[in-house]
């Protein structure tokens, strides 16, 4: 529990906590989220102030507030973000392993597996600088390692993340064009992301090694620690690590390189490497990121987010999928890929042919829907309607794509495609549930 009357000694001497204020199982930022058992901190926001909403909370029955305002159950701090800060590096200090991951593809996947191998916390899919800061608080006393996810898509922000979660161990997945309307180039997403290797033990994914010469690499082949023998079919992913057998059931190479990563993290910190490899085979990524869902016709829902690197690794993951001929086809179904700046429309040309190559058909939805895919639609819908008149028994369909909305440096949005509709619809049909 977090008690509010004994804060570090760096908070407690400029906190005034209420005396009715009282322990609670975690913190949020967001006011909904509060309740008996959940604090809530009120942090500047870039439209509004969370002050605006501690009432709300506290109505909710939340057991404290952060804040600088004078309420009832409230530990009133000057500001409460560096509070929240300076707490959570205080608690991170406490814990022996901490793992930070980064990358521009493959993070969320890396993580899963890493925190499997060391029998980890880890972050869940929102990581922002409070989340991340609400996580340590939460964990970083436990006596469990904790893997970070950190990423970025500005200058200076991994910095900003050393200072925070100052990892044990930083990994870098991979390098590739991504984020660049921030970061500007490949040169300085490297840079930028390289950060995460500077005073710590670091470990790079097999495609980031050329971008990082002389730092320890992970994965298959021509690198510092190297899974033997992989075997990948429709149903998953076989490897050996020494002489543990993995199996990854309904996996790629994306999934076998982390668990390559996880079980160098797990030999490192002494545990028994068959205990970490049977983990690594119970893993569930979270949906949207390479989940397979086999049936009549296979749907693989990578539909949560986009990269011209992410994007050919799905890619190659799908021509290792039972397909062509009659009886089943290999399909892609890509949209937009987001905050790519001035080069994104030659990047979608080079990912739609690339998509060519690996698929027996190719479809694209959106702005870049004819570089896409050599069947286009201007809208989702379009695309929903030409799917459900192709798509058969046999067949194994990728989706992915950017979501949500990005913003150009002179504050244009562009809007991604949620692609995951259509893996919903696609399930819905397949069986029998629309």
């Known amino acids: 529990m977090l008690d509010p009357h004994a804060l570090p000694p760096n908070l407690s001497h400029g906190a005034a906590v209420?005396?009715?204020a009282r322990p609670a199982a975690r913190l949020t930022w967001d006011s909904r989220e509060a309740s008996p058992e959940v604090a809530f901190v009120a942090l500047p926001g870039e439209k509004m102030h969370g002050n605006a909403f501690v009432q709300r909370a506290l109505e909710a029955g939340a057991p404290f507030v952060l804040t600088d305002l004078d309420v009832p159950r409230a530990v009133r701090v000057p500001d409460a973000q560096a509070a929240l800060f300076d707490w959570?590096?205080?608690?991170?200090?406490?814990n022996a392993l901490v793992v930070g991951i980064t990358g521009s593809a493959g993070k969320t996947t890396a993580?899963?597996?890493?925190?499997?191998?060391?029998?980890?916390?880890?972050?869940?899919?929102?990581?922002?600088?409070?989340?991340?800061?609400?996580?340590?608080?939460?964990?970083?006393a436990s006596a469990r390692p904790l893997v970070v996810?950190?990423?970025?898509?500005?200058?200076?922000?991994?910095?900003?993340?050393?200072?925070?979660v100052r990892p044990d161990v930083g990994v870098v997945t991979t390098i590739g064009p991504a984020h660049l309307e921030q970061l500007g180039s490949v040169e300085a997403i490297v840079r930028e992301k390289g950060g995460i290797?500077?005073?710590?033990?670091?470990?790079?994914?097999?495609?980031?090694?050329?971008?990082?010469?002389?730092?320890?690499?992970?994965?298959?082949?021509?690198?510092?620690?190297?899974?033997?023998?992989?075997?990948?079919t429709p149903r998953g992913a076989t490897f050996t690590y020494g002489d543990v057998l993995v199996?990854?059931?309904l996996a790629a190479r994306v999934q076998?390189?982390?668990?390559?990563?996880?079980?160098?993290?797990?030999?490192?910190?002494?545990?028994?490497?068959?205990?970490a490899a049977e983990r690594l085979a119970q893993v569930q990524v979270p949906g949207g990121r390479y989940r397979v869902h086999p049936g009549r016709y296979t749907v693989i829902d990578d539909?949560?987010?986009?990269?011209?690197?992410?994007?050919?690794?799905?890619?190659?993951?799908?021509?290792?999928?039972?397909?062509?001929?009659?009886?089943?086809?290999?399909?892609?179904?890509l949209g937009r890929m987001l905050e790519l700046g001035p080069t994104e429309r030659a990047l979608h040309a080079e990912v739609g042919a690339y998509a060519r190559e690996c698929a027996d058909l190719s479809y694209g939805v959106g702005v870049y829907a004819r570089e896409l895919g050599e069947r286009a639609s201007r809208t989702v819908p379009e695309l929903l309607e030409a799917l459900r008149r192709e798509v058969r028994d046999g067949d194994v369909v990728l989706v992915k794509a950017s979501r949500g909305i990005s913003w150009t440096p002179d504050k244009r949005a562009q809007e991604g495609v949620g692609l995951d509709v259509v893996v919903d619809a696609l399930l819905r049909w397949r069986d029998g549930q629309d």
């Open 18 to 20: 209420h005396p009715e």
């Open 88 to 94: 959570a590096r205080h608690e991170r200090a406490k």
């Open 111 to 140: 993580k899963s597996y890493a925190a499997a191998a060391l029998d980890a916390h880890f972050m869940p899919v929102y990581n922002t600088m409070p989340a991340i800061a609400c996580f340590l608080i939460e964990y970083g």
């Open 149 to 164: 996810e950190m990423g970025i898509d500005r200058p200076g922000e991994m910095a900003e993340l050393m200072a925070l």
């Open 197 to 232: 290797l500077t005073g710590t033990r670091g470990l790079v994914g097999a495609q980031a090694s050329a971008f990082y010469t002389g730092a320890d690499s992970y994965g298959f082949g021509d690198v510092t620690y190297a899974g033997d023998d992989l075997v990948l």
């Open 247 to 249: 199996e990854l059931p």
């Open 256 to 275: 076998a390189e982390a668990a390559v990563l996880g079980l160098r993290l797990a030999q490192e910190a002494g545990l028994h490497l068959p205990d």
């Open 303 to 333: 539909a949560y987010n986009a990269s011209p690197v992410a994007v050919t690794a799905a890619l190659d993951a799908l021509k290792t999928q039972a397909g062509g001929g009659r009886t089943g086809r290999r399909i892609s179904v």
